[in-house]
């Protein structure tokens, strides 16, 4: 950016970047400011209602976090959007109907020790399994095109994400709705003006919690974790200390899909449904998040899905003057346009020069 | 040196030859496509194959959409993956000014097909068809400029924004506080169709008032896309050739050396965006009219999606390659792949309601014969079937790791 508007610039001009960087800053002043009175308007005229559904947004926010977490991961290791990380994620709630609905049996009728036995199984298949197949996706459809232009992966990624979904639909789990019972457990932990608050929702954030942390510890202080961050900074100086990287890219692109994995068994145990095309706008909020927190940043990346989750359910749950779900998608994707545009560097990250 | 000019003259003089040789070919289709029909027997799921005059005009439709796109993804090497939103706008003047929609007025201009007095506004579509355009065209400046300054994948991911936000808008619009601007995803319809006013007589034929009066609507339809298509290569080859052009091949190439040899970057890529819109634009309005109809189901991301996939098929960068490669998909995904289906069912004996019928269905597996075309293409032949020159050099330089890669070395300079 600072290149070309620098060439055209005339000398009069020259104050332009700085009233601009002032506008923008009042802008988002204004912004948030308007934000925080409506939220604020709102919990005063239903604080029971806005309670419940902040409660719903954290446990939204639990679950767009494991897949944020995926994107961040591959991006920060070999700087691609991998746009079939969301179809992943919907092979993830695909096989949970398959392993705890069909082969299990899961219904909620079980007592509690099987049920939370058979839904540790169902984890730990569907996290193998997205690791799997993410760690294969990435064998055959980028691993060749890691220095082709910079278009090529990003192309390669939207088949993949059309030939995951295309297969769940027309070749195993069809174009309609597909579900589980209600297996986790739904006691009704307390009430919030007529609204439960159900130990489901809960688990998942309990879930999800020591996911994250094990996440950042693993990155933060094992080899391959370091070997991660090295890769990340500078493939080839990595690869002459002796770090394999082809190895190291592997193991990220497992540990993104078996985070993905255990986000498909949270979201079909939480909504007890999924379709083949859930994988595409989930996964697009997903990516959202990412770039909200910082993408590359962990920590970000979950404080990002967080905001996402909050300001879905906000946007649906609220009663004075929310544009409602019918304006969901639009809401996240202009947050995903002005975030990409005035900060592409997120709320976390650092700020870096090619990225603008 | 004479002699060889001569013989440059004579190459030119057959490629010129058999292109004018196939473009008549191409003009009269509609008259013998009954007789390729009868050819192969009329009774026999073969002739299934044989392309409508309907198909040949969405081909039409969609070869131009993807010279559009081309401008953009192909030229000046930035990857649009909403591409369908200027598609919609075009639809959408078409839906707006020559439908009853806004029934509080009445204002006609040039319209056919409509006495005076019906309700709403009748603007004559070809009038329309530049304005589309150029209303695309300006779209495309407004999302240009606040997103161009962003790199590759970014610029991707926001176009790709565009791209959902505007059917969902188009799908809310019909109460914006009790205002009906788009009905919904009742769509709006009818259309007023293409049409001369009056029956011009013109040699052999008649150029009709009123297509759909007539009794080969299809095939007047199916000509003026033909002109589109004709009209939309030439722009597309001289734009190419231009001054302008170049500049972009320099920015796709390498952005910052272009930059510091005085090319306006903002400026050149804006200037893709708002020409690779335009053609959108167009191809949006004639295909409303045509399908009399426009619902915000049409602009959904598979639409965008599937014009990339023609691009990359055919050759990013090269006009005959891209048309090429929209022809392809275009064809099968409206024809193709349901009459391989048949062909297979009735060959092999296979009931279509069964399982494996199912299972073999080729329209219901589209999604993985276009991700499966995409994820070859790049890893075998990134350049495409009939591939830019320029292009192929520039995907080889990158694959043997000729080229520094620049990004690198600039954050490490820090430009700033």
Redesign the interface.
């Known amino acids: ?5 620098r ?2 610039q005339k000398p009069v001009l020259a104050a332009l970047p700085r009233i601009t960087g002032q506008l923008n800053r009042i802008f988002t002043i204004l912004l948030l400011g308007g934000l925080a009175i409506w939220l604020l308007i709102n919990f005063i005229k239903a604080p029971d209602q806005f309670l419940s559904v902040t409660l719903v947004g954290i446990t939204q926010g639990a679950i767009y976090a494991l897949v944020a977490l995926g994107y961040t991961l591959v991006y920060g290791i070999i ?3 991998n746009f079939a990380h969301g179809d992943v994620f919907m092979w993830g709630t695909m096989i949970t109907v398959t392993v705890a609905g069909t082969r299990l049996g899961l219904d909620g009728s079980q007592s509690g020790l099987v049920t939370a036995g058979g839904l540790l199984l169902t984890l730990f298949v569907a996290m193998v399994f997205c690791g799997a197949l993410n760690t294969g996706i990435e064998f ?2 980028y691993r ?2 890691r ?10 990624a ?10 769940a ?3 195993f789990y069809g ?1 309609n709705y597909t579900g589980v019972d209600d297996i986790m457990p739904t006691h009704v932990l307390f009430d919030l003006g007529g609204v439960p608050y159900r130990l489901k929702s809960l688990l998942v954030v309990l879930i999800t919690i020591p996911v994250l942390l094990s996440l950042v510890w693993w990155v933060r202080n094992t080899r391959q974790g370091k070997a991660m961050r090295a890769v990340a900074q500078d493939t080839e100086a990595s690869r002459m200390m002796g770090i394999d990287v082809n190895r190291t890219i592997s193991v990220t692109f497992a540990v993104a899909g078996a985070l993905a994995g255990a986000a498909g068994v949270l979201y079909v145990t939480y909504y007890t449904q999924t379709r083949f095309d859930l994988g ?1 706008q989930l996964g ?1 909020f997903a ?1 959202t998040a990412a ?1 909200l927190g910082g993408i590359g940043n962990l920590t970000g990346a979950a404080l990002g899905a967080l905001c996402i989750g909050l300001i879905t359910a906000y946007n649906d749950g609220l009663s004075w003057h929310a544009p409602g779900s ?2 969901t ?2 809401i996240v ?2 947050i ?2 002005l975030i ?2 005035f900060r ?1 560097e997120g709320l976390l990250g650092e700020p ?5 | 040196m004479t002699s060889r000019l001569d013989h440059l003259d004579r190459a030119k003089l057959i490629k010129l030859a058999i292109g004018i040789g196939f473009a008549v070919l191409l003009f009269f289709y509609p008259s013998y496509q009954q007789d390729l029909v009868n050819a192969v027997g009329a009774d026999n799921t073969a002739a299934q194959f044989v392309p409508t005059v309907f198909n040949m005009v969405v081909i039409c439709v969609y070869v131009v959409m993807a010279i559009g796109l081309n401008m953009v993804v192909g030229y000046a090497g930035l990857l649009d993956l909403g591409y369908v939103a200027f598609y919609a706008v075009g639809a959408y003047v078409a839906g707006w000014f020559a439908t009853q929609q806004f029934s509080q007025v009445t204002f006609h201009f040039g319209d056919v097909g409509s006495t005076s007095t019906v309700p709403g506004i009748h603007v004559s579509i070809w009038l329309l068809m530049v304005g589309a355009a150029v209303l695309a065209a300006l779209f495309g400046i407004i999302i240009g400029l606040p997103t161009l300054r962003l790199r590759g994948d970014y610029l991707a991911i926001v176009t790709l924004g565009f791209g959902e936000i505007i059917p969902q808008f188009v799908r809310n619009a019909d109460s914006l506080h009790g205002f009906n601007l788009t009905n919904g995803s009742f769509g709006l319809s009818p259309i007023d169709p293409l049409g001369f006013g009056t029956n011009i007589p013109l040699g052999i034929t008649t150029l009709p008032a009123n297509f759909l009066t007539v009794s080969n609507a299809d095939t007047w339809y199916y000509r003026v896309g033909l002109a589109l298509v004709a009209l939309t290569i030439f722009c597309s080859i001289r734009i190419r050739d231009s001054r302008l052009g170049r500049a972009w091949v320099a920015i796709r190439e390498d952005e910052i050396a272009a930059g510091a040899m005085g090319v306006p970057l903002m400026r050149t890529k804006t200037a893709a965006y708002a020409l690779g819109a335009l053609f959108g634009g167009v191809a949006g309005c004639f295909y409303a009219t045509y399908k009399g109809a426009t619902f915000p189901g049409d602009f959904y991301l598979n639409i965008s999606i599937i014009i990339l996939c023609m691009v990359v098929l055919g050759g990013m960068g090269n006009v005959w390659g891209v048309t090429l490669g929209a022809i392809i998909i275009t064809y099968l995904n409206f024809q193709g792949l349901g009459a391989i289906g048949n062909n297979i069912n009735s060959g092999f004996g296979i009931d279509p309601h069964s399982s494996l019928g199912q299972h073999l269905d080729p329209p219901s597996n589209q999604g993985i014969i276009f991700g499966l075309i995409l994820v070859i293409m790049m890893l075998f032949r990134p350049e495409g079937l009939i591939p830019s020159r320029r292009r192929k050099i520039e995907f080889e330089a990158k694959a043997e790791g000729v080229e520094v890669d620049l990004d690198d070395a600039v954050s490490e300079i820090d430009i700033r």
């Open positions: 950016m600072t290149a070309d508007s060439a055209e700087e691609l959007i055959v459809a060749r095109l220095n082709a232009p910079r278009l090529a992966p990003l192309i390669s939207i088949g993949v994400s059309f030939i995951l979904s295309g297969v639909s027309a070749q174009f595409f697009l990516f770039v019918d304006w998608q639009s994707f202009t995903l346009i990409l545009v592409p870096e020069a090619d990225r603008a």
